[in-house]
C-alpha cells in the first residue's frame, strides 16, 4: 500500500507535506499535472484520465494549448492536425481528433491517455494499475509505448497487482508495504512467491488471492447499456 498516493505526489496530484523528489540531479516542485508534464514527468491514471465536454484533441493537450494559440486566439484546425497526426502515428486511426471524447467508450479513452502521457517523451512516466481496465490488445499497446521509452533511455514506473506482469515487463521491483519501502530486487532475479512474501511479511500457503484477478479481457463486448440511471 502507498504505491498510487507516492505516484500522485510525485505528478502533482496531491500536495507533499515533507520529503522530496529529485529529478536530474535538482528537486521537483510541482503543483499540477500541468507542472509535472512541463518537468517531464507525466502519468496514466487507474481511473479515468479524461475530461468529459472536451474533444480528443483538447484532451491530448490540455494544458499544452498555447503551442496553438497566435494573438491570443487558438489554432482549432492545427491542433486537430497534430493530434491526428499522434493518433494515427500510434495505430488509433479509428479515433478521430476533433470528436467529442464523450463518445468514446473507456477502453479508447485510455488509449487516447496513452497518447496525451507518452507523445511529448517524458523523462518518467508512471504507469498506474492501468492494464487491469484494458483488453489483451490494449495491454500490448501500452507495453509498446513503456518499451520504447525505456529503450530511448527513459523511466517507467510500472504499478499493478498481476505480479506475473511486473516481472515480465520490469528490469526491478521495488515492494512497498503500509507505505514503508521494503525492498528493491531485480525482476529476472525473483519469483511470485518471492514478491508475495515480501508483500505480506511471511511466507503464504494455499490459495491466497483469486487466480484469475488481472487476467486480461478480449475486446468482445459482453454486455452493452445505454442511458441507464441508478
Known sequence: SGKSTLMCMLTGI??????????????LHVHNQV???????????????TLPGLTVA???????????????????????????????????NRIHASAMIDQYDFEDRKLIEIVKATYFNPKVLVVDET??????????ELYKQMDRLKKEGHTVIFISHDLAEVIQ????????RDGVLI???KSSDVTENDLK???????????YYRTDYGTPVSGEVVLSVKDVSV
Not at 15 to 27: A, H, P, T, Y
Not at 60 to 69: M, T, V
Request: hydrophobic letters at 35%.
Open 197 to 207: 512474501r515480501l508483500m505480506v511479511g511471511r511466507e503464504l500457503s494455499g490459495r
Open 183 to 185: 525492498d528493491t530486487v
Open 58 to 92: 483538447e484532451n491530448i493537450f490540455l494544458g499544452s494549448e498555447d503551442r496553438f494559440c497566435k494573438f491570443g486566439l487558438k489554432n482549432t484546425a492545427m491542433m486537430n492536425r497534430e493530434a491526428q497526426r499522434l493518433l494515427n502515428q500510434y495505430g488509433f
Open 14 to 27: 496531491y500536495s507533499i507535506d515533507s520529503g522530496r523528489f529529485v529529478l536530474d540531479g535538482k528537486e
Open 131 to 140: 492494464t487491469t481496465t484494458l483488453s489483451q490488445a490494449g495491454r500490448q
Open 169 to 176: 515487463y520490469t528490469d526491478s521491483i521495488s515492494v512497498l
Open 35 to 49: 507542472e509535472a508534464n512541463r518537468n517531464g514527468v507525466s502519468i496514466i491514471v487507474q481511473e479515468m484520465g
